[in-house]
C-alpha cells in the first residue's frame, strides 16, 4: 500500500485544478501503477502445526478451547433472528444463538473497523493507547474526497481536513497499528498453553512488532488486499454502487491476496469467505489434541460486494441486484459458522469450547441497503445504534445455558475478560483493563443475584468529532465537528432513552440533570484517554436515516465523526 499513497497523492495534486474527468484519471493512474508493481502468487498450502496437550487430558477436562468469529460491517438487520425481512437467512448463527447466551445490547467499541479489532484484542478501550482512528493509506481520503465532492449532493453539510494530517505522509500504511506494549488476548493465551491462530482481517498494523504473528498468533493467514475473488472469474458475481466513493476506489486498488505469517503474497484457491472456513476447520482438526485459540476474522459482508455463483442463484427471489448479492456474501458467511461448529463436534470439542461471534460495528450505510440496520437509526462512521450495535453471541456448552437474552449493555472489551477467565487467565495488572468477565452475568448458578445488576456503569465511544456514552438506560450523541474558517458548525448534542423510544426522540431539553451527568462522565473518560498515534485526515457529516443510495432532504439529520 505504500506506493498506492505516494502515486496517489501526486496524481491528485496534478489533477486538482478543476478537470472535469480528474477523479476518473487518478483511478485509472492507481489502478496502473498497482498492476505494475503487485505480484500475487500462485496459492499456497497452508501446513497448520499440530501437537498435543501437554498434560495428555482429555477434552473435557482441559480448558476449554475458544474461537473468536468476527464478522466486519455485519448490520443488525443481516442475521434472521434480528431480520426485519426475509431476505436473511442465517440458521446456523441462529442455532449458535439458540445453544448459547445472545447479548441484546452487544456494542461494538467503535463505527470504524480497526478500533473496534484494537479494543477486541487488547480488551481496552483503544483511545487508552492512542488507537482512535481506522488507519488508510496516504490518497485514500484525497481520492475519496474528490469523489464526494463530485456527487450532486447540495445539502450534504461540509467536510474538514485536518492541516496537520500531512504528517502522515512520513508514516506507512503498515506502520499504523497497535503498539506491540499491549498484551494481545492471543499473547495471554498463549501464556497460558494455547496454541493460537489468526485466519482474516487484522487491520491493527503489519510492521514493526504489530503483525498478528508478532502479537501472539503463532499462525496467520492474513488478508491482504480486498477482493473476494478474481474479477474474472466467472463463478463470482459482482455488484459496483457508483453512488459510493469508497466501492469506486476500492475496484481499482484491491487484489484478490492473502499471506502466511509476513510471507509472500498469494492467490487463495477459492472464494474468500469459504476459503477461510476451509482453513479454519483445518485448525480445528490440527489442534484438536491441544487447547486452541482461532481467530476468524472474516472480511464478509464488507465492500467490494461479491459473492459465488453458487450462493447468488440461491437467492432468486431478492430482485435487487445489489441485495441479493449482499445477501449471498452473508449465507457464505453463515454457512461457515455452521461448518466450524461442525468440525467442533467431529472431534469431540463441541461441549468444551467457548465459541464467540460478533461483528467489528453495524452496517454501512454506503451500500444502499436502508434496512440493513432496522430498527436501529444510523450506520457505521456513526455513534447512533445503526454503528454500534452489533450481533454478540457466545456458545459453551460446559458452561453456559442455552438459549438465554441477557439485556443489559455489553462492550467488545469483555469479550478479552471473558475468554481470559474461561483460560483462568489473570489479566493484566500495570494498565486499566476495560472488559468484565460476561460469564458469571449468564451462568445458572449465579444469575439471579446479577439479573439486575449491569456489568458496566458507563459505555464509551469517541472517534474524534463523533463521541457518545450510554448508561443501563440513557445515552448521550455528541457531534462536534471542528471550529475552522468559514466552516463554523455548531456542537450538536441528543439525549436518548433507550429503554422507551429509542434513538426516535430527542429529550436532550427535557431531560438537563440527566444530560448533564452523561457529559460530566464523558469529561472523566476523556481525560484518561491519550492523544491519538496519528491525527484524524478528514472530519466528514453522515445521514442518519439515509443511506447513499437515497437523495437528502432538508429536514434530515446529520453527524460528523473523524478519521
Not at 103 to 115: E, L, T, V
Not at 154 to 182: H, K, V, Y
Not at 246 to 256: A, H, M
Not at 525 to 545: R, V, Y
Amino acid at each position: 500500500m505504500k506506493w498506492i499513497g505516494r502515486v496517489t497523492l501526486t496524481l491528485v495534486a496534478i489533477l486538482s485544478i478543476g478537470w472535469v474527468f480528474r477523479a476518473e484519471l487518478v483511478l485509472s493512474g492507481v489502478a496502473q501503477m498497482k498492476s505494475a508493481v503487485t505480484e500475487v502468487g500462485p496459492t499456497i498450502e497452508i501446513e497448520w502445526s499440530t501437537g498435543a496437550d501437554s498434560q495428555g487430558r482429555a477434552p473435557s477436562n482441559r480448558p476449554p478451547n475458544i474461537v473468536l468469529i468476527v464478522a466486519d460491517d455485519m448490520g443488525w438487520n443481516d442475521i434472521s433472528m434480528n431480520s426485519l425481512n426475509s431476505t436473511a437467512q442465517t440458521p446456523n448463527i441462529d442455532v449458535l444463538a439458540a445453544e448459547g447466551v445472545a447479548f441484546s445490547q452487544g456494542y461494538a467499541a467503535h463505527a470504524s473497523c480497526a478500533p473496534s479489532r484494537a479494543a477486541l484484542m487488547s480488551g481496552r478501550y483503544g483511545t487508552r493507547f492512542g488507537f482512535e482512528f481506522t488507519p488508510t493509506p496516504p490518497g485514500f481520503e484525497p481520492v475519496v474526497g474528490m469523489l464526494s465532492d463530485m456527487m450532486d449532493r447540495p445539502l450534504q453539510p461540509p467536510a474538514f481536513t485536518n492541516p496537520q494530517a500531512d504528517t502522515l505522509d512520513s508514516l506507512e500504511f503498515a506502520g499504523l497499528g497497535m503498539p506491540p506494549s499491549e498484551i494481545t488476548l492471543a499473547e495471554l493465551l498463549a501464556d497460558q498453553g494455547y496454541h493460537t491462530a489468526h485466519i482474516g482481517k487484522w487491520h491493527l498494523g503489519e510492521e514493526n512488532g504489530m503483525a498478528p504473528h508478532d502479537q501472539g498468533f503463532a499462525e496467520s493467514i492474513l488478508m491482504v488486499s480486498g477482493l473476494y475473488g478474481r474479477l474474472d472469474d466467472e463463478n463470482i458475481i459482482q455488484a459496483r454502487q457508483d453512488f459510493d466513493p469508497i466501492d469506486r476506489f476500492l475496484w481499482r486498488v484491491v487484489d484478490f491476496a492473502a499471506s502466511f505469517n509476513g510471507g509472500p503474497w498469494f492467490e487463495p484457491p477459492k472464494y474468500l469467505t469459504d476459503y477461510y472456513t476451509d482453513e479454519a476447520v483445518k485448525v480445528i482438526e490440527a489442534n484438536k489434541d491441544r487447547p486452541f485459540f482461532l481467530y476468524l476474522a472474516h472480511w464478509a459482508p464488507h465492500t467490494p460486494l461479491q459473492a459465488s455463483r453458487e450462493d447468488y442463484e440461491a437467492l432468486s427471489h431478492i430482485e435487487l441486484h445489489r441485495e441479493r448479492v449482499y445477501a449471498a456474501m452473508i449465507r457464505s458467511l453463515d454457512r461457515g459458522v455452521g461448518r466450524v461448529m461442525a468440525a467442533l463436534k467431529a472431534n469431540g470439542l463441541d461441549e468444551n469450547t467457548l465459541v464467540i461471534f460478533t461483528s467489528d460495528n453495524g452496517g454501512a450505510g454506503y451500500i444502499g441497503l436502508p434496512n440493513v440496520n432496522a430498527p436501529y437509526r444510523g450506520w457505521k462512521s456513526t455513534l447512533f445504534e445503526g454503528g454500534i450495535r452489533v450481533p454478540f453471541l457466545a456458545r459453551w456448552p460446559a458452561k453456559l445455558p442455552a438459549g438465554e437474552i441477557y439485556d443489559a449493555p455489553v462492550h467488545h472489551v469483555d469479550i478479552y475478560a471473558t475468554a481470559a477467565a474461561a483460560a483462568a487467565a489473570d489479566l493484566p495488572a500495570d494498565r486499566i483493563m476495560d472488559g468484565v468477565n460476561l460469564t458469571p452475568y449468564v451462568t445458572p448458578s449465579v444469575k439471579e443475584s446479577r439479573r439486575m445488576d449491569s456489568p458496566h456503569e458507563y459505555l464509551f465511544f469517541r472517534g474524534g468529532a463523533a463521541q457518545a456514552v450510554r448508561d443501563k438506560r440513557w445515552k448521550l450523541v455528541v457531534s462536534a465537528p471542528p471550529q475552522s474558517g468559514r466552516k463554523q458548525l455548531p456542537r450538536k448534542e441528543w439525549l436518548f432513552d433507550l429503554s422507551a423510544q429509542g434513538e426516535q426522540v430527542d429529550l436532550l431539553a427535557k431531560h438537563p440533570q440527566v444530560a448533564n451527568r452523561l457529559r460530566g462522565a464523558l469529561e472523566v473518560h476523556n481525560e484518561a484517554q491519550a492523544e491519538p498515534l496519528w491525527p484524524w485526515i478528514t472530519t466528514k457529516a453522515t445521514n442518519i436515516d439515509r443511506d447513499l443510495s437515497q437523495q437528502d432532504q432538508p429536514e434530515d439529520e446529520f453527524i460528523y465523526m473523524s478519521n
